[in-house]
Nanobody, 124 residues
Framework: QVHLVESGGGLVQAGGSLRLSCAAS????????MGWFRQVPGKEREFVAA?????????FYADSVKGRFSISTDNAKNTVYLQMNSLKPEDTAVYYC????????????????WGQGTQVTVSS
């Protein structure tokens, strides 16, 4: 089976930075979309950022994080990163890495594989 493992979460104060990593157990050419989502208790899973690992490797961001977060990949390491800067308390959530072969890059149900999640807590 394909496994995605997130790491890098933790506790950080408002205004600080954190870098999340998502390592894949294998390289799969059909994994076109690599994305990051986040979720807090009682709320729907929310799109954060994604990258299309094909052609121009375009990146996509939620309005709430644009200008603060940056997604990137290291294909040699089968890893996707999420650099989070200028963190705010409202960024507190469990962050999930996801991989998909197509569909909407913004829509969680369109992704095929998910990591276990990593907790990010931003204090004020």
């Amino acid at each position: 089976q394909v496994h995605l493992v997130e790491s890098g979460g933790g506790l950080v104060q408002a205004g600080g930075s954190l870098r999340l990593s998502c390592a894949a157990s294998e390289r799969t050419f059909s994994w076109i979309h690599m994305g990051w989502f986040r979720q807090v208790p009682g709320k729907e899973r929310e799109f954060v950022a994604a990258i299309r690992r094909w052609s121009g490797y375009n990146t996509f961001y939620a309005d709430s994080v644009k200008g603060r977060f940056s997604i990137s990949t290291d294909n040699a390491k089968n890893t996707v990163y999420l650099q989070m800067n200028s963190l705010k308390p409202e960024d507190t959530a469990v962050y999930y890495c996801a991989a998909g072969r197509g569909g909407s890059i913004y829509n969680a149900p369109d992704y095929d594989y998910w990591g276990q999640g990593t907790q990010v807590t931003v204090s004020s």
